[in-house]
């Protein structure tokens, strides 16, 4: 390559490095800095014509060195072809916040003269960027995990120890008197219990999936389906597709659209599972939901019958995101409602 030639590459490489929002440095071998983009001194708080020609472990921590150094012996081990560390970016001016930094290792490297010596060798060229922000998010995301146990704590033990003494002395009011009105009290006490177990449910559900597998949908709507009040119902399998999923979490998203089925079509409902391009549709026969209540049936509280808790497919959605599945609620062919799942990983 000609001079004027490699000139021109290394300006518009320079130019590259400069519109990027992420810190670049390049240090030599004897690790003095050699380069270092416009991001990188604003970060540091110093001209670059400061940062030039100094040692790179002069402007860091004892504990970023070194772990900036165990990743390079790695790297010269052959155990890993690039490092990444987290570790405190620390200012001129002595301030500290989280960075991400990942580097690699030259063979061989060059840069032009505007930063230093014509031709320099390069050892190792690295990019830090400021994850503030994501360490924010970070923070809030587990103390509202740690909000939600707690809550679960409390619902699953200050609720449901009344619950169960109110339930104890139903029994033995029924002993001595027979009256339609315990009748409704049994079924505060059933929609309570409900409510409760969708409330942990929700609470203890997490952002994720856990050890996602591979789980036939045959085999599995099927438990749902003996596990759930069916009555007169019909269930349908027009699948024999298996997906990778939590099954635990999978089998909540069954069991809620198939009990919400048949508690909102009739006892006579025909719920049929079949497959749909990029994952799988569970529809049914009944009444169906009007299209202008298709964007809230999600959101919490959402019920048609009395004695519904609302949050079923609150929980359907919440598996469904947690598997980063795509859920939309369509009319079937028979006029009910179709929940189609897709971005589904199918395995055949």
Known sequence: MDESRREREIRR??????SLDDAVYAV???????YVNDRYAEMKGVSREELIGTHIYDWVTEEAAEKAKRVRREIEAGDRETGAVEYEFLTADGDRFPVEMRFNRLVEGRIGDEQGDDASELDRVGVIRDVSDRKRREEALR??????EEFASIVSHDLRNPLSVAQGQLVLAREKCDSEHLDHVARSHERMSALIDDL????????????????????LVEECW????????TLRIETDRAVR?????????FENLLRNSV???????TVTVGDCDGGFYVADDGPGIPANDRETVFQPGYTTIDDGTGFGL????????AHGWEVVLTESKDGGARFEFTGVGVLG
């Not at 030599?28 to 050699?34: H, K, L, Q, V």
């Not at 103390?143 to 939600?148: A, D, G, I, K």
């Open 13 to 18: 490489y320079e130019t590259i490095l400069e």
């Open 226 to 233: 003996a596990g759930v009040e069916t009555a007169d119902a």
């Open 28 to 34: 030599r071998p004897d690790g003095t800095i050699a």
């Open 314 to 321: 609150e929980i359907v959605e919440a598996v469904a995101d």
């Open 263 to 269: 508690e909102h079509a009739g006892d006579d409902v």
């Open 143 to 148: 103390e509202q995990n740690e909000r939600l």
């Open 200 to 219: 942990l449910t929700l609470a203890r559900g997490g952002e994720g999936v856990d050890g996602p597998e591979r789980v036939p949908l045959r085999e």
């Open 245 to 253: 999923a939590d099954r635990s979490r999978l089998r909540q998203l």
